[in-house]
């Protein structure tokens, strides 16, 4: 399709970076808009008035919000290396769990990533139930998608990025390779697949902004206390 389409994202959002994957994997072109998400654009808040965040897909200036959204739109629009299954069920089965991924699993490694003592044991051990969960999921399975990289693993790949950001910051892995051994094995397959590793974040910039979050979460934490 020769339609223009343009991608509104962050440097480091993790939710912009599945709408890359997805349009590398597609072999989509498209043009990049970095926006400033402490001073918004005015296209940005036009385009995502509801929300006011990234990303946002343009396409032939119509803008597509939220990115698993964006994800299945991508896949119905462009038919080449289908993302979802074909099958209902399978295809239900993998929204199910993109969306446990979104509300279970990120909000309690994110919780881990940025608490100390026993707000993060209790984190992390509700993030290690969450992430058994997937770990079976993935049994005879290399990729969530079968054998290829698919919407689940889009979805869900945000966490080979934020578990080497934990090993730095606190030194240890929440996925590792003796309790998951599945899902670690798939975080490295995931990760090692050139159109994934070629659109990651900086590593050198990611690290310090996860820091600072920290530390701006504990200020706040401290003053309401």
Request: hydrophobic residues 45%.
């Amino acid at each position: 399709m020769s339609e223009e389409v343009t991608l509104f994202k962050t440097w480091s959002s993790a939710f912009a970076l599945r709408v890359v994957w997805a349009l590398q994997l597609k072999g989509i072109r498209y043009e990049s808009v970095l926006e400033d998400i402490s001073n918004k654009s005015d296209l940005l808040l036009r385009y995502n008035p509801v929300h006011k965040k990234v990303p946002v897909l343009l396409h032939s200036g119509r803008p597509i919000s939220e990115s698993l959204v964006i994800l299945e739109y991508l896949d119905e629009t462009w038919k080449q290396v289908p993302l979802l299954p074909r099958d209902p069920f399978a295809r239900a089965t993998a929204r199910f769990w993109a969306k446990f991924g979104d509300e279970k699993v990120m909000p309690s490694m994110r919780t881990a990533l940025m608490s100390e003592g026993k707000e993060q044991e209790a984190a992390l051990a509700e993030a290690s139930e969450h992430l058994q969960k997937l770990e079976e999921e993935l049994k005879g399975k290399k990729f969530f998608g079968g054998d290829s990289i698919g919407y689940l693993d889009i979805a869900l790949g945000w966490l080979a990025n934020l578990n080497r950001v934990f090993e730095e910051m606190c030194s240890f892995k929440v996925v590792d390779g003796e309790r998951f051994p599945l899902l670690f094995a798939w975080l490295e397959e995931f990760s090692d697949a050139p159109v994934i590793k070629d659109c990651w974040p900086p590593h050198d910039k990611l690290v310090p902004k996860f820091i600072a979050l920290r530390q701006a979460h504990h200020a706040t934490s401290s003053s309401s206390t």
